[in-house]
């Protein structure tokens, strides 16, 4: 503008001394990490290049949105060691897809920045281990099947011998599915996933929207491959709606001001079925198992029925915690930018205390809503040995038998 004859140059000075700043109303109007997902995800012609004004309907609640951000502002303030670089995001969900509040880093107050929500793919670890349950109870396997967590290596061609461990070192020999799952155990998960065949596990990960590249060999079952939050949140909304993929969303209509007449409408909800809604309700109390007395028990609010999984991934480089009550499905990623690794950090660990902050935050006030799950039933005991009126084993059954028919011996 000075050298266009527009300010003198004592004017131009002052400028470049004095830049603008935005007011704090003006901060908190700027939209942040939803908006800049919003228009990521709207077409450009909308969006950037359009010259008419454009009214949007988001799925945005403000309410969720400021208790995402104060929980985590929290955490940092009270648990993080101070002069810390470790970043962490947040997701809070509907079962259908919508998108009720957005967390894309620590700095909370600006707009246009690196969106650790939606734009950073992480191996998701033990995040993973759900969609390989999911997939064995989908084909009929029960939450208390037994499974051996015992020492297993494995040769894969061309790289050896493979003997992973589970992360506590330790092995438990024969365990129901359900305490696999509760304490995370990384050995069972790969029985399973072997036994129910990798394809079925990919295919049900898949069907719940982890679109990335999902891993060929048997680490496929320790989360190796990648994915986003939003993604992660997206897939674990289709457990709680009963085993429906569903397509995370921001938009519910798009108009030009002063027509009634929408340009666009939803991008996303509830899609085609992965799994039967008995095996996503078996799922789902498997997954309360681990807040109840498994990885998740930070995550635990009293009087709320909680499900959810932690997940960390190798040397913590990652950590994750997901969980959902019968409103909301929320999300938590924190780790460093350049993938250093966290110092004693686990998913069960601030991911989970993140999402604890939170959801009292959004449930306050809030009346509780039962999850949509069964628990399994324990199977009755086989009959052996002694019996009423003398009979033992077999001869029992046919003495029932008999009984039942009227006859004799």
Same mark, same amino acid.
């Given at each position: 503008?000075?050298?266009?004859?527009?300010?003198? *140059?004592?004017?131009?000075?002052? #400028?470049?001394?004095?830049?603008?700043?935005?007011?704090?109303?003006?901060?908190?109007?700027?939209?942040?990490?939803?908006?800049?997902?919003?228009?990521?995800?709207?077409?450009?012609?909308?969006?950037?290049?359009?010259?008419? !004004?454009?009214?949007?309907?988001?799925?945005?609640?403000?309410?969720?949105?400021?208790?995402?951000?104060?929980?985590? #502002?929290?955490?940092?303030?009270?648990?993080?060691?101070?002069?810390?670089?470790?970043?962490? +995001?947040?997701?809070?969900?509907?079962?259908?897809?919508?998108?009720?509040?957005?967390?894309?880093?620590?700095?909370?107050?600006?707009?246009?920045?690196?969106?650790?929500?939606?734009?950073?793919?992480?191996?998701?670890?033990?995040?993973?281990? *759900?969609?390989?349950?999911?997939?064995?109870?989908?084909?009929?396997?029960?939450?208390?099947?037994?499974?051996?967590?015992?020492?297993?290596?494995?040769?894969?061609?061309?790289?050896?011998?493979?003997?992973?461990?589970?992360?506590?070192?330790?092995?438990? $020999?024969?365990?129901?599915?359900?305490?696999?799952?509760?304490?995370? %155990?990384?050995?069972?998960?790969?029985?399973?996933?072997?036994?129910?065949?990798?394809?079925?596990? %990919?295919?049900?990960?898949?069907?719940?929207?982890?679109?990335s590249d999902l891993a060929d060999g048997p680490a496929l079952a320790l989360?190796?491959?990648?994915?986003?939050?939003?993604?992660?949140?997206?897939?674990? +909304?289709?457990?709680?709606?009963? $085993?429906?993929?569903?397509?995370?969303?921001?938009?519910?209509?798009?108009?030009?001001?002063? !027509?009634?007449?929408?340009?666009?409408?939803?991008?996303?909800?509830?899609?085609?079925?992965?799994?039967?809604?008995?095996?996503?309700?078996?799922?789902?109390?498997?997954?309360?198992?681990?807040?109840?007395?498994?990885?998740?028990?930070?995550?635990?609010?009293?009087?709320?029925?909680?499900?959810?999984?932690?997940?960390?991934?190798?040397?913590?480089?990652?950590?994750?915690?997901?969980?959902?009550?019968?409103?909301?499905?929320?999300?938590?990623?924190?780790?460093?930018?350049?993938?250093?690794?966290?110092?004693?950090?686990?998913?069960?660990?601030?991911?989970?205390?993140?999402?604890?902050?939170?959801?009292?935050?959004?449930?306050? $006030?809030?009346?509780?809503?039962?999850?949509?799950?069964?628990?399994?039933?324990?199977?009755?005991?086989?009959?052996?040995?002694?019996?009423?009126?003398?009979?033992?084993?077999?001869?029992?059954?046919?003495?029932?038998?008999?009984?039942?028919?009227?006859?004799?011996?």
């Open positions: 503008m000075e050298a266009q004859g527009y300010l003198t *140059p004592i004017e131009a000075t002052l #400028a470049r001394t004095s830049p603008a700043e935005l007011s704090a109303a003006a901060e908190q109007r700027a939209g942040g990490y939803f908006a800049d997902w919003l228009m990521e995800i709207t077409p450009d012609y909308f969006a950037k290049t359009t010259t008419e !004004d454009v009214i949007y309907r988001t799925t945005l609640d403000p309410r969720i949105q400021t208790a995402a951000e104060e929980a985590l #502002a929290y955490i940092f303030e009270e648990k993080v060691k101070e002069g810390s670089e470790a970043q962490a +995001a947040i997701v809070v969900m509907s079962a259908d897809g919508a998108v009720r509040a957005m967390v894309g880093g620590r700095n909370t107050n600006i707009a246009g920045a690196f969106n650790r929500a939606t734009q950073a793919s992480r191996q998701t670890g033990s995040l993973f281990k *759900p969609f390989i349950y999911a997939a064995a109870l989908e084909l009929g396997h029960s939450p208390l099947e037994m499974v051996d967590d015992s020492p297993l290596c494995m040769t894969i061609p061309g790289s050896g011998e493979w003997c992973p461990k589970n992360y506590d070192g330790e092995f438990k $020999g024969e365990i129901p599915f359900v305490q696999a799952l509760r304490e995370s %155990r990384n050995i069972p998960a790969i029985k399973v996933s072997e036994m129910v065949g990798r394809d079925n596990v %990919r295919a049900v990960a898949s069907g719940f929207g982890v679109a989360g190796v491959s990648e994915s986003t939050l939003v993604d992660m949140v997206g897939a674990y +909304a289709g457990i709680l709606n009963g $085993g429906s993929a569903v397509a995370p969303y921001g938009l519910v209509e798009l108009r030009l001001q002063g !027509d009634d007449i929408p340009l666009m409408g939803m991008g996303g909800g509830i899609g085609e079925r992965v799994v039967q809604e008995a095996a996503a309700r078996q799922l789902t109390w498997m997954m309360t198992q681990v807040v109840e007395q498994g990885t998740g028990v930070r995550a635990r609010i009293p009087g709320w029925q909680i499900a959810g999984k932690s997940g960390t991934t190798q040397a913590s480089r990652d950590a994750w915690f997901i969980g959902f009550t019968g409103d909301y499905v929320t999300g938590v990623w924190m780790g460093y930018d350049n993938n250093t690794p966290l110092s004693g950090v686990t998913g069960g660990g601030l991911p989970a205390e993140i999402w604890h902050e939170t959801m009292v935050r959004v449930l306050d $006030g809030m009346t509780p809503v039962p999850l949509p799950m069964d628990e399994p039933i324990e199977p009755g005991p086989i009959l052996f040995g002694p019996q009423p009126g003398g009979a033992t084993n077999g001869n029992f059954l046919i003495d029932l038998l008999n009984s039942i028919l009227g006859g004799g011996n």
